[in-house]
């Protein structure tokens, strides 16, 4: 497995990767809306690659994860190229709860 951010993917590495089974794209949910990240992860569902949602928590700065886990569930269910969920900046087993 190969790990790149979505933010990073442009020019002329994009065919590559997305010709590579490999690659998995992490989306952090910080940086996009909901309409942002339905018109990625829609166009991510045509490629041969994986999704990883980094789910950013505890975050001091903006932008920060404004979705919930119930939309988070929908998300992935709805979304068959979505395969992987990290939880970043958890400091405290608390950052957790909720």
């Known amino acids: ?4 951010s979505n933010n990073l993917i442009c020019g002329n590495y994009l065919s590559e ?3 590579d089974p ?3 794209i ?6 996009y809306d ?12 045509f490629t041969y690659n ?3 949602l980094d789910v950013p928590i505890g975050r001091k ?15 992935i269910a709805d979304c068959d190229c ?3 969920v990290a939880i970043s900046n958890v400091e405290e087993p608390s950052d957790l709860d909720g």
């Open 82 to 84: 979505v395969k992987y």
């Open 1 to 4: 497995m190969k790990l790149i």
């Open 17 to 19: 990767i997305i010709d």
């Open 34 to 45: 909901k309409e942002k990240l339905n018109y990625v992860l829609e166009w991510w569902n």
């Open 61 to 75: 700065k903006p932008p920060n994860n404004n979705y919930t886990k119930e939309e988070l569930a929908h998300i």
């Open 26 to 31: 992490r989306v952090n949910l910080a940086w």
């Open 50 to 52: 994986e999704v990883m």
């Open 22 to 24: 490999d690659w998995v």
